[in-house]
């Protein structure tokens, strides 16, 4: 989802690098010797951050210097949500939901349409930083972002209208930004 953001604002500029695809989970993912030569050469690498992606934390902070790494998790602007159940932590050790509360924010933060506004606007800051030539149509592309994510959050209220007031189950628990922007029940 956050390479789809970066491709839509880099529209006419150039074409970013997906490093993880849908059938991998970044949850659990180390980074291949390519992936991290793609890192190493990459004029910005974002990600939402060590408590997401955990497993790039120590190969990010050795590899990229801080300038060209874009932490999107720690947007002042984000709405950030702690994990709602118990979690398990890399090292093996569970937490409940109050240990995590106050070390680990729930990393899905582009599904609360207002998180994934914010993540567009900083990754647009951040691109026109490192390329200013290119600002106006980054800005531009931005504005246009925000345009299709207006109109996908009114499809969506529409879609999921005769299921608000209905419960539901899920094996991951990854949707509860969703669940809070579109006032839904897990």
Same mark, same amino acid.
């Given at each position: 989802?956050?390479?789809?953001?970066?491709?839509?604002?880099?529209?006419?500029?150039?074409?970013?690098?997906?490093?993880?695809?849908?059938?991998?989970?970044?949850?659990?993912?180390?980074?291949?010797?390519?992936?991290?030569?793609?890192?190493?050469?990459?004029?910005?690498?974002?990600?939402?951050?060590?408590?997401?992606?955990?497993?790039?934390?120590?190969? *990010?902070?050795?590899?990229? +210097? %801080?300038? !060209?790494?874009?932490?999107?998790? @720690?947007?002042?602007? /984000?709405?950030?949500?702690?994990?709602?159940?118990?979690?398990?932590?890399?090292?093996?050790?569970?937490?409940?939901?109050?240990?995590?509360?106050?070390?680990?924010?729930?990393?899905?933060?582009?599904?609360?349409?207002?998180?994934?506004?914010?993540?567009?606007?900083?990754?647009?800051?951040? *691109?026109?930083?490192?390329? +200013? %030539?290119? !600002?106006?149509?980054?800005?531009? @592309?931005?504005?246009? /972002?925000?345009?299709?994510?207006?109109?996908?959050?009114?499809?969506?209220?529409?879609?999921?209208?005769?299921?608000?007031?209905?419960?539901?189950?899920?094996?991951?628990?990854?949707?509860?930004?969703?669940?809070?922007?579109?006032?839904?029940?897990?």
């Amino acid at each position: 989802p956050i390479h789809s953001l970066v491709a839509f604002i880099c529209q006419g500029v150039s074409t970013p690098t997906l490093l993880i695809d849908g059938n991998v989970s970044p949850h659990t993912q180390s980074l291949t010797p390519e992936q991290i030569q793609v890192i190493k050469q990459a004029d910005l690498v974002i990600w939402i951050g060590p408590n997401y992606e955990t497993f790039w934390a120590q190969t *990010l902070a050795k590899q990229v +210097p %801080t300038q !060209k790494l874009l932490t999107l998790i @720690n947007d002042k602007d /984000l709405t950030r949500l702690p994990y709602r159940q118990k979690c398990h932590l890399p090292t093996g050790h569970q937490h409940s939901f109050h240990d995590a509360h106050d070390h680990f924010t729930d990393g899905h933060i582009w599904l609360d349409l207002n998180n994934a506004r914010t993540i567009a606007k900083a990754i647009t800051r951040k *691109l026109s930083e490192i390329d +200013p %030539t290119h !600002k106006s149509i980054f800005e531009t @592309n931005l504005q246009n /972002l925000l345009k299709v994510l207006s109109v996908l959050e009114e499809d969506l209220k529409q879609q999921i209208s005769i299921v608000v007031k209905k419960t539901y189950i899920i094996y991951h628990d990854g949707l509860q930004y969703f669940d809070k922007f579109f006032g839904l029940q897990m």
